[in-house]
């Protein structure tokens, strides 16, 4: 069992950056896949960004170059960096731990990112 609690999120204007941290409790955090889901008003959740047990990466097109995932497994973290903010970043931010085996997921309650024109 894994608890996730995101933050981070706030109001940025266009071009600015913001740091969000996802912090879990439970066991074994290292096994997991990260991963940073977004929702924006209307719109279904779309995959962000993931990153691997092993520390391997990959992003959604549209934040490439400007958004970076990481984790800190001595501190049961992960992390998203976003840089360059663009109004249609803005949605509620989930933090995702999964693990293949037994196709376990944990979600956390999200944070709100708003990016203003």
């Known amino acids: 069992q894994v608890q996730l609690v995101e933050s981070g999120g706030g109001l940025v204007q266009t071009g600015g950056s913001l740091r969000l941290s996802c912090a879990a409790s439970?066991?074994?955090?290292?096994?997991?896949?990260m991963g940073w889901y977004r929702q924006a008003p209307g719109k279904q959740r779309e995959l962000v960004a993931r990153i691997t047990s092993g520390g391997g990466t990959d992003y959604v097109e549209s934040v490439k170059g400007r958004f970076t995932i990481s984790r800190d497994n001595a501190k049961n973290t992960a992390y998203l960096q976003m840089s360059s903010l663009k109004v249609e970043d803005t949605g509620v931010y989930y933090c995702n731990a999964w693990y293949a085996v037994g196709a376990r997921t944990y979600w956390g309650p999200g944070t709100q990112v708003t990016v203003s024109s």
């Open positions: 439970g066991s074994r955090f290292s096994i997991y896949v």
